[in-house]
């Protein structure tokens, strides 16, 4: 005969963590309930017995159970699993998150949170010493390898008195000391700087812990970071005074001999020359993103706060003369693609910019309808190069040009073609004729609407302009 145990005989062998979901109480805990060895003898005795004295059946025959069972050692309860919990789990549908658990919960999210943001902000230390590392580096080539030999040559008092300034490598000169501070500007001023820095990184991070700040060597480093508003400032002239100095055999044997020993073997050293102003946009990056992972209570917020916002004001205010130095960078780059370039065109100006570029069609003006050449039309403030993409398609050969310097160039829209066309063209050229008098004119079929008017837009800017320079 079985023997029906009250609820409040089951057990719990490890507690349980009610869940709103009632069958998830399974996942938690393992409910055990208690059942008996069969003895029909034992429980029919006991059931007579409560029977007698009791008119309640079923109250005395569970309460004989308990007792014969807890009497006779024979009938002493086993454990098992319960399989069947439904009842328990129904009671915990409805179950919720009392004040304590929902406290302890969100201890423990913050904890997982904060230590979150205190290995990402190791991360940015680690990657932010290893690009000032690496920066420091370059600078050490830059002056070891290059600056140093140059000036020592500048400053050798055979080379002043015999060549009145010019210093030499065998029997050709270099440069003049001039140049030389014109291309490396105040170089040794940042090495320094960032060296020394540099140090004070390597320092901090023997001593690195959670609540370890970084915002005291931040706040040192800015104020002497006013060494690069000249260092920018004179990059246009740098660039062009390199490229001049390119042109002599002397110079670019040593260039090319000091490049072989340098860890930046393979990169033009006119890039080289810009790391600077590439390294502070870096900075800025890496410290924004340790500021935007340091907790609001983290000793090195607030003032983590005042180095962005410095870091910030600092870029802002460079802002023009960087984008002054990429101008001339980009424009000096691109006519080193550019094969077969006249020599009149490759002197480049420091008011030269490139406005547009294009992969278009050049149409034939006395065959419209046919495809037309591939070529690419660079669109500069004071010139448009008509070029032809190099059959591997790293430069291009050169084609044509028209120098909108003379004040005779002009472009107008042709609407009714099917197709997007602009033409260029000079004063008193016929359009449906391809040469008239020697002056070429230029029918373009380019993708979209789009880029013929910003052709249109930007040529007509450009050349009313240089027009009205003329007339002034």
Not at 344 to 361: E, F, G, K, M, V
Not at 408 to 431: L, V, W
Request: glycine share 4%.
């Amino acid at each position: 005969m079985s023997v029906f145990v009250p609820l409040h005989a089951y057990v719990v062998k490890t507690p349980l963590y009610p869940s709103p979901l009632g069958n998830s109480m399974r996942q938690h805990g393992d409910l055990l309930h208690l059942h008996t060895a069969k003895n029909d003898d034992a429980v029919t005795t006991a059931s007579s017995t409560s029977s007698t004295k009791s008119g309640d059946i079923g109250s005395s025959f569970l309460s004989g159970s308990i007792s014969s069972i807890a009497s006779n050692p024979k009938h002493r309860p086993s454990i098992s699993l319960a399989h069947d919990v439904e009842i328990i789990d129904e009671a915990c549908d409805d179950y919720t998150l009392d004040e304590d658990d929902a406290f302890i919960t969100g201890k423990l999210w913050g904890l997982k949170h904060s230590e979150s943001r205190h290995q990402a902000r190791e991360r940015v230390l680690i990657e932010l010493f290893t690009e000032e590392q690496r920066y420091v580096h370059t600078l050490q080539s830059l002056y070891n390898l290059f600056y140093l030999p140059l000036r020592a040559q500048a400053s050798s008092d055979d080379a002043m008195s015999s060549r009145g300034g010019l210093f030499h490598v065998g029997k050709a000169s270099l440069c003049t000391a001039q140049d030389l501070r014109v291309v490396f500007r105040n170089l040794e001023q940042i090495y320094q700087l960032h060296s020394q820095f540099l140090n004070d990184l390597r320092d901090r991070m023997q001593i690195w812990g959670a609540a370890q700040i970084l915002s005291d060597l931040l706040l040192q480093l800015h104020p002497s970071l006013r060494v690069y508003s000249s260092y920018v400032e004179s990059s246009p002239e740098a660039i062009l005074a390199f490229e001049r100095l390119m042109r002599s055999t002397a110079f670019k044997k040593f260039i090319e001999h000091a490049m072989e020993n340098a860890p930046f073997k393979g990169t033009a050293f006119r890039t080289i020359l810009q790391v600077p102003i590439t390294h502070l946009r870096r900075y800025q990056v890496l410290l924004n993103t340790l500021f935007s992972n340091t907790d609001p209570f983290h000793p090195d917020y607030v003032k983590l706060r005042i180095c962005s916002r410095q870091i910030a004001a600092i870029l802002a205010s460079l802002s023009p003369r960087v984008s002054r130095a990429d101008n001339v960078q980009k424009t000096v780059e691109l006519q080193h693609l550019i094969k077969a370039l006249p020599a009149a065109l490759t002197t480049a100006s420091l008011h030269r910019r490139l406005l547009l570029q294009t992969d278009c069609y050049r149409l034939d003006a006395m065959a419209l309808s046919q495809p037309g050449d591939s070529r690419t039309y660079f669109l500069f403030n004071d010139l448009v190069v008509c070029t032809k993409r190099t059959k591997d398609g790293t430069g291009y050969t050169y084609k044509d040009h028209v120098d909108l310097k003379q004040g005779a160039a002009n472009i107008r829209d042709r609407p009714h073609a099917k197709t997007p066309q602009f033409e260029i063209y000079t004063k008193g050229t016929d359009s449906d004729v391809a040469f008239v008098d020697g002056i070429q004119s230029h029918v373009l079929k380019v993708d979209t609407v789009e880029v013929k008017m910003e052709w249109l837009r930007a040529f007509r800017e450009s050349a009313a302009q240089w027009q009205r320079q003329r007339k002034g």
